[in-house]
């Protein structure tokens, strides 16, 4: 049996010195108590680096450098105009380049290598004869991100650039990408609405942020109607609630499309722990995503599979999902146990409750799997 190929680990430093702003654009304090700065901070992603190194994974890992994004690369997806006005906003520091997406100073060239990292992953699945799984640790993120204007922290959509690369630079097709953030990946479902190449899949939480977006209707236009599949699930909803979506909707699904290449927009802020959702995964809901996704990989896209770190805003427990997924893709297990597990345990998290399983159960039905 061939020896197992090894994962890529991607990330710059600069990555963590993107300022994403103080915070005062949400005017969370109100003028009644001291400002918290945003909460889309480096803390939750540096820390996964840092798990990396302590728990001996990144000693398994092949450590791949970013190369930064060229502007006709940007530009397979954003207009022209919004590239140059995050390169101008760039040289002053603390503007919104659309809705609730700070460009800090020099974050034109941290986004241009986050997205890079996502280029450069893709570049190494399919070309590399030892990796074909690669982690990019991508800040800022990028599925809000629309074609005009940023969105959500969101500046470049870096998950939309790699498969717009893999299709133009590398001659792959058929692309699946799979969006577990807990919000809805819009600017991702926007460039591929009409396009029959790609499968976007997006479980986020019904109803969370964009409000309006992410519907069971929402499928696709034209020839891309049906490549679209959104799956909804209630607030709350835990490791098996994810487990039976992937059962329902998410494996059958993908097993359809046969993709040749899968991206995966890793967010891991569906976690219990979590300040911007109110999901309910565990590390090991995540490890369980992962396991499934490469299994998929292995049997339809020649095991390539890239993760492309999203949102995640609890500091102290996003590395370890994200640890978990890591040791999923690279099939090599370490020692670390998930430090936090016990405070779940008289939760719901590990239920399928009865609305639950009717919602799944709808989304399958709408979409004939
Ligand atoms: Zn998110």
């Known amino acids: 049996m061939a020896r197992e190929k090894k994962t890529a680990f991607i990330w710059d430093e600069s990555y963590f010195w993107h300022n994403a702003g103080d915070g005062a654009l949400f005017e969370p304090a109100g003028g009644y108590i001291q400002e918290n700065g945003s909460v889309e901070s480096p803390e939750s992603k540096r820390r996964v680096k840092n798990l990396l190194e302590r728990s001996g994974l990144m000693n398994q890992l092949v450590q791949v450098k970013p190369l930064p994004a060229t502007e006709e690369q940007l530009q397979y997806f954003h207009t022209q105009r919004h ?33 890079g990292g996502a280029i450069q992953a893709v570049k190494t699945v399919i070309e590399s004869d030892t990796v074909n799984k690669a982690y990019v640790l991508t800040r800022p993120p990028g599925h809000h991100a629309e074609a005009d204007q940023g969105m959500g922290f969101c500046i470049f959509n870096n998950v939309v650039i790699a498969a717009k690369y893999a299709q133009k630079e590398m001659g ?25 190449s790609v499968l976007f899949i997006s479980l986020h939480q019904d109803g969370l942020e964009p409000i309006d977006r992410g519907k069971i209707e929402d499928t696709g236009k034209g020839k891309g109607q049906g490549f679209t599949v959104n799956v909804p699930l209630p607030a709350a909803s835990g490791d098996a609630v994810y487990q039976y979506a992937f059962e329902q909707v998410v494996i059958p699904a993908i097993e359809k499309f046969e993709p040749e290449l899968i991206l995966v ?15 309910m995964l565990s590390a ?30 609890c500091p102290t427990y996003v590395p370890f999902c994200t640890h978990a997924i890591i040791e999923e893709l690279s099939g090599v297990t370490t020692d670390v146990e998930d430090p936090f597990i016990y405070a779940m345990a008289g939760t719901t998290y590990h239920k399928l409750l009865p609305h639950q399983k009717e919602q799944v159960d709808a989304i399958r039905e709408y979409h004939g799997l």
Request: aromatic share 8%; charged share 30%; glycine share 12%.
């Open 83 to 115: 590239v140059e006005a995050v390169k101008e906003m760039s040289k002053i520091g603390g503007l919104d380049c659309g809705d609730s997406a700070i460009v800090g100073r020099g974050s034109y060239e941290i986004a241009k290598l986050a997205t």
């Open 172 to 196: 792959l097709n058929k692309i699946l990408i799979l969006d577990w953030d807990a919000h809805h990946g819009n600017g991702t479902e926007d460039a591929f609405y009409e396009d029959d």
């Open 265 to 279: 927009s890793a967010g891991q802020d569906g976690s219990i722990f979590d300040p911007l959702a109110r999901m």
């Open 284 to 313: 090991d809901g995540y490890k369980y995503m992962a396991k499934k996704v490469k299994e998929l990989a292995d049997k339809y896209a020649k095991g390539r599979m890239v993760c492309l770190h999203e949102g995640g805003y």
